[in-house]
């Protein structure tokens, strides 16, 4: 795929995209990127004047991707921020749109500057990779904003973002749907401030138009679930005899907390250790966990998948040599860092797949909080947990529970198989990672358990849907969220993006939990 041409004038002349930000002037409209250029002005009036002008940024790195984070490397949004456009233009005509793009904060103070030279009414962020921060500027303007997400490539940013954000400003509302006509509905929502509407009605109106236009989901599907659970105190004394290792990561205060509260002994170690087990791996026996792996996959979808699963294997087998020297029963590694940093040879989502399927625990990204969460249900509930960043879907009543590993027996080790395919890593297109295709019908639970803030997070959702797309993560499952969606959107700046997912009914042995350990249990659906 070829990058996209500089930024171009609606006449075709040529422009850079500092000489467009820095225009400042009603010129500065017009001018936008290949395929993002304004629809013809249509003859339509509200009674007090002119349709509202409304910037519409495209918040992204670059039109043509170019780094591994959401949707993937190498991604073309052409194609999206052109649909993004003529739906908006089709279905609100009353609305005059002025695209344009935005990489960070000194674009978007550039367009701010621009906007009462160019009739500014209100602004639209689209977020189009997770971390660019330019909804920041946008909002803390105080003019009429919506930010909406583009799911699967800007959600943890939307997410994150949005939280924080709403604790400080009443100025914006959000768009989280993979139904533009709900964007669209939203949009519509400007034409109050030509006629009189201010902006608290105009917030009020696009969080009305969300709510009405939140799906309402299919009638729950009931599959049957028993739970083995352990007595609570039994838990809680299990946790203290526990280790997990954490690898290239930080968190050292969560860490302490981690130890003091729930009893679980963390040993942090670098990428050193597990790098020098890996060499020492039994290279028969890791052909022979390879040639296993690639048996078992629906399909392997991977340049030279015998050399790319032995690495992996190796890597496996190096996690199993670090748990038993450290007598610990969980591992979080920090992955990208150590793959992209060449710290690891491979990726260490097999590995962790396979941990995770004979009943112990290997986690994604260092991440202490779910690491630590996984193991408590672990003693708890006795199953695997699934690490994911999570996307919302109003329009299907939907969270989306995304990530490049999870679990093939998430009913624990006795349980059957789910079906597997082994692919790269998504973001980068590297290594191997994999897509399990979970069970469907079941009741899930959801939560984080927070030591340092003596707190537990809990939702849930019915398992509905394998969601196959390429863009972000390779498992997506998508769950019909049980509970109020709206308070859905709160929580993400003060946990972070992670959640993890257990199947089964776990709000109440959860709740029994948390009143043992004096911890807050939080709802967050």
């Known amino acids: 795929m070829k990058a996209h041409s500089p930024l171009q004038s609606g006449c075709a002349c040529c422009l850079s995209r500092r000489r467009f930000l820095a225009a400042g002037c009603s010129t500065c409209a017009a001018v936008v990127a290949q395929g993002l250029r304004p629809h013809p002005a249509r003859a339509t009036h509200t009674a007090q004047g002119t349709r509202p002008r409304v910037r519409l940024i495209f ?48 674009d978007a103070q550039q367009l701010l500057a621009a906007g009462d030279a160019d009739r500014i009414d209100g602004y639209i962020v689209y977020q189009m990779n997770n971390w660019v921060q330019v909804m920041q500027t946008i909002v803390a303007s105080g003019k009429p904003t919506i930010v909406a997400d583009f799911p699967y490539a800007g959600s943890g940013g939307f997410l994150v973002f949005t939280a924080a954000l709403r604790r400080a400003h009443q100025n914006f509302s959000v768009v989280a749907s993979s139904d533009l006509a709900d964007l669209a509905a939203a949009a519509r929502c400007f034409e109050l401030l030509k006629t009189g509407g201010g902006v608290t009605e105009f917030v009020a109106a696009c969080d009305r138009v969300r709510r009405e236009r939140t799906g309402r989901g299919d009638s729950a599907p009931c ?23 954490t690898v290239g990561g930080g968190m050292q205060n969560i860490a302490q907390e981690i130890e003091q509260r729930l009893g679980i002994g963390v040993i942090q170690i670098g990428f050193e250790e597990l790098s020098a087990a890996c060499e020492q791996a039994d290279a ?46 969980a591992i979080t590694i920090n992955c990208l860092g150590g793959f992209y940093g060449g710290h690891l ?115 849930q959702a019915w398992a509905v849907e394998n969601v196959v797309i390429d863009r972000a993560c390779r498992t997506k499952l998508a769950g019909q969220i049980v509970g109020d969606v709206e308070k859905l959107f709160t929580y993400w700046d003060q946990y972070g993006w992670h959640r993890v997912t257990f199947y089964g009914d776990l709000r109440e042995p959860v709740r029994e939990l948390a009143a043992a350990l004096q911890f807050k249990f939080i709802e967050e659906a």
Not at 80 to 97: G, I, K, N, S, T
Not at 223 to 237: F, H, I, K, M, T
């Open 59 to 106: 918040a992204c790195w670059a039109l043509h991707h170019d780094r591994p984070t959401w949707p993937h490397i190498g991604y073309d949004f052409a194609g999206d921020v052109q649909q993004v456009q003529d739906v908006l233009a089709q279905r609100c005509p009353e609305v005059e749109f002025l695209p344009a793009l935005a990489h960070g904060p000194e």
């Open 345 to 459: 040879p491979a990726y260490p989502c097999l590995g962790f797949v396979e941990l995770l399927d004979a009943g112990l625990i290997g986690a994604c990204e260092a991440d202490l909080l779910s690491t630590s969460t996984m193991l408590v249900i672990k003693h708890l509930g006795g199953r695997p947990g699934f690490i994911s960043d999570p996307v919302l879907d109003t329009s299907k009543r939907q969270i989306i529970y995304a990530h490049c590993v999870a679990a093939t027996r998430m009913f624990g080790p006795a349980s059957a198989p789910n079906a597997y395919e082994i692919l790269t890593h998504s973001e980068d297109r590297k290594g191997a990672a994999v897509r399990s295709f979970l069970p469907l019908g079941y009741l899930t639970t959801t939560l984080e358990i927070h030591a340092a803030r003596q707190e537990i997070l809990l939702h």
């Open 284 to 329: 028969e026996q890791a052909r022979q966990i390879a040639a296993r792996w690639k048996g078992a996959a629906r399909s392997v979808q991977i340049a030279d998948p015998d050399a790319e699963l032995e690495k992996s294997a190796r890597l496996y087998l190096a996690q199993q040599a670090v748990l038993a020297k450290h007598q610990a029963e």
């Open 223 to 245: 599959q049957d679930d028993p739970l083995q659970l352990a007595d609570v105190g039994q838990c809680l004394e299990a946790l203290k005899k526990s280790r997990l290792v």
